[in-house]
C-alpha cells in the first residue's frame, strides 16, 4: 500500500485537507501518515529519514503533502525520496504577481490561538454546551440562530459544527412529545421568530436513529417518529420558519446550507 | 478591498481551507464569499455573473478558490473574470501520472454522509457530550483517552474537536476544589490509567478566563487557581500521566498534539 505523508510545522491540518481532497478522487488505497509540529531542522532530518526507510521497505516512493512555511525545513522534505506536492509553492507566486504585495511567511497563521477569531469559536462552544436541548431559555438575545426540530434529528452537533468551525452561536429547542398534542411555538421562540432555523429527517431514519438510544421504545417507533415530524413540519410552514431535510446530510453539509439560505455571518474563514 | 470566492459543487469547506491557507500569507485584507453546492450549470452562470458584477463594481479581478469536480461547471467558473487557482486540476495529473491509475471524479467525496468514518465521529461527539464534566463514570471503558485537569483548562472544547475532526471518542474528567486537599487518581481513573491525558495552563490564564465565568470569586482568584495547578500538576508528574500545557495552543494545535503525543488512533483523514 502507498504511503500518503502529510507534514507540517503546525498542526498539518491544512496539509490533511489538501491531500485528502486530492486522494479521494483515486480509486486506491492509502495508509496515512501525519507528523505536525516539525519546527527545527533536527526534526525535518528525522523525518526525512522516516519517508526514505519507508520507501526502501516499500519499493514505492511515498506521497508528501506538506506546508511548510519555513523554507529551509520544506527543502529537507524536498530533498527526501518522497515525491513532495507543495500546493502553498505552487499557488504563491501568480497570487503574489496578481496581489502586487509579497507574502510575509509566518508559521501558525492558521489553526493557532494568534487567529482574530479564535475566541469568538471557543465562546460559541460554549454558548452551544448552554445552550443545548432547550436550556437556558433565557440567552436566546444572544444566539446568532436557534435551531429547532424534534429529539435526534441533528440539532446538537450541528450546533456544535456552527460553533467550532465557523463561531456562530447557535442555541437549539427540542420540541418533545408532550408538545405534540397542539404544536405551537412557544413565547421564547415566538420572541425570537427571525432567528429560527427548522430541522427535519424522514421517518423511517429518526426511528433508526433513536433505536439506538432506546431500543423498542414508544419514543423510538416509527408511528411515533412519523406523528412527530408531521406535526413539526406543519408548524414550519404554518409559521414560515425556514428549515432542511438531514437525511442524507452530513453536520458540514447541513452547516452549509443553513448559512447560504441565511446568510448567517461567519466569524472564520 | 478585493474580494475573494470560494466555490464548489459541495460545501466549499476544502476550498476555504486552501483559499485561507494561501491569502493568510499575504499582508493584505480580502473580503470573502462562499458559494457552496453550486450543482448545476444554470447555477454556475449565475455564479460566473457574480464574479463578473464584482469585478465590474470594484475594477479589480476577484480571486476565485474552487474545487469542482464537475467538469462542466469548472470551465463555466473558469471563463468568468475572476482568477481562478484550482489546485485540484493542478495536482490531479501529477499524482495520476506517478500512482498509474486514472481518477474517478465524484461529487461530494469529502465533508459528506457518505464518507466511511461518517458515523463514528457523530457517535464521538454523543460520546464526547454523555461524557462532559465527570458525568458518567462507567463509560470510561469506551473511551479512547480521557482528558483530566482542573476546570476551565480546555478540556471540553477539545475533546468536542477531537470527536468532530477526528472521530476519536474523548472523555474528560475535571479535579475539583474539594479533591484538592489529598490531589489522588479516583478509582475510576486508577483503572483507566493507561487512557488519561493531563491539560494544564498558567495561573494568570486559568484566573482570567474563570473571571469572564464567575467575575471576584475565589473560584477565579489567582491564588485558587496557583493552588489548584500545583495540585494537579504534582499529581501528573507523581502518577507520571503526559501533559501538556494549553496556555498558548489552539484546540486544533492541543489535538494535534495529543495525538502526535499518544498515537492515538485517528478515524478520519
Given amino acids: 500500500m502507498r504511503t500518503a505523508f502529510y507534514i507540517s510545522d ?15 478522487l483515486f480509486p486506491a488505497q492509502f495508509e496515512h501518515v501525519t507528523i505536525p509540529f516539525v519546527e527545527t531542522t533536527d526534526m525535518a ?18 506521497l508528501i503533502f506538506q506546508t511548510f512555511v519555513d523554507d529551509a525545513l520544506r527543502q529537507i522534505i524536498n530533498s527526501s525520496d518522497g515525491i513532495c506536492y507543495d500546493f502553498l509553492n505552487a499557488f504563491v507566486e501568480p497570487i503574489q504577481r496578481e496581489l502586487g504585495v509579497a ?3 509566518k508559521t501558525h497563521r492558521t489553526h493557532s490561538i494568534h487567529e482574530q477569531t479564535y475566541d469568538f469559536r471557543i465562546d460559541a462552544v460554549n454558548f452551544a454546551l448552554a445552550n443545548d436541548d432547550g436550556s437556558n ?40 412529545e408532550e408538545d405534540m398534542e397542539q404544536l405551537r411555538l ?20 429518526l426511528s433508526q436513529i433513536r433505536e439506538q438510544r432506546r ?19 406543519k408548524l414550519y410552514q ?24 441565511t446568510g448567517l455571518k461567519r466569524h472564520k474563514y
Avoid: M, W
Avoid at 523525518?47 to 511515498?62: A, E, L, M, S, W
Avoid at 413565547?187 to 421517518?203: S, W
Fill in 10 to 24: 503546525g498542526t498539518a491540518i491544512t496539509a490533511e485537507v489538501f491531500g485528502h481532497a486530492l486522494l479521494t
Fill in 45 to 62: 532530518e528525522q523525518v526525512k529519514q522516516r519517508i526514505n526507510d519507508r520507501y526502501k521497505t516499500t519499493g514505492q516512493r511515498p
Fill in 103 to 105: 507574502p510575509v511567511p
Fill in 137 to 176: 431559555l433565557k440567552n436566546y438575545n444572544q444566539a446568532d440562530i436557534i435551531l429547532v426540530g424534534v429529539s435526534r434529528s441533528g440539532k446538537t452537533p450541528t450546533s456544535l459544527y456552527l460553533a467550532l468551525q465557523y463561531g456562530i452561536k447557535a442555541a437549539n429547542y427540542p420540541f418533545v
Fill in 186 to 205: 412557544p413565547e421564547v421562540l415566538k420572541r425570537n421568530k427571525a432567528k429560527l432555523f427548522g430541522l427535519t429527517i424522514t421517518p423511517e431514519r
Fill in 215 to 233: 431500543a423498542n421504545s414508544r419514543y423510538a417507533s416509527l408511528r411515533q417518529c412519523q406523528l412527530e415530524l408531521a406535526e413539526v413540519e
Fill in 238 to 261: 404554518r409559521e414560515q420558519i425556514p428549515f432542511l431535510n438531514s437525511t442524507h446530510l452530513s453536520i458540514e453539509e447541513i452547516s452549509a446550507k443553513i448559512i447560504a439560505k
